[in-house]
C-alpha cells in the first residue's frame, strides 16, 4: 500500500525577491550610491538626483523583468565559456587523392 504524499508549506515570503520601493535592493543601493558620487563629482544636487532616479528606474524595470538578473550577471563572470555551435572558426582543409594501381 503506497504511502500519501508528504505536504510541506511554503510561505509565498520565502520566494519574493528582497526589494525596496519595489527595486531589487542592491540595485537600489548601487543607484543611491552612484547617485551620491555624481553630486560630489560635478557638485551639482540636479545631476545627483537625475543619476538616481534613472538608475533607480533601470532597476526597477530589471526587477519586474527577471529579479535574479543580477545574481546571473555576476556569476557569468566567474563560469567558463561554453562551446556555442554559432561561431564557427576557421580551419585549414588539405585534400590528398590518392592514386589507386
Avoid: C
Avoid at 555624481?38 to 519586474?64: D, E, H, P
Wanted: no cysteine; proline share 7%; glycine share 6%.
Amino acid at each position: 500500500m503506497p504511502k500519501p504524499p508528504r505536504l510541506h508549506p511554503v510561505y509565498r515570503s520565502l520566494n519574493k525577491p528582497l526589494t525596496i520601493a519595489g527595486a531589487e535592493r542592491r540595485l537600489f543601493f548601487l543607484g543611491l550610491v552612484m547617485g551620491g558620487a555624481t553630486f560630489n563629482l560635478f557638485g551639482s544636487l540636479l545631476s545627483g538626483v537625475l543619476m538616481f532616479l534613472v538608475l533607480y528606474f533601470l532597476a526597477l524595470w530589471a526587477t519586474i523583468t527577471d529579479s535574479q538578473i543580477l545574481r546571473v550577471l555576476l556569476n557569468s563572470s566567474k563560469l567558463k565559456p561554453r562551446y556555442d555551435p554559432a561561431k564557427r572558426e576557421r580551419f585549414e582543409l588539405t585534400i590528398r587523392s590518392r592514386r589507386l594501381d
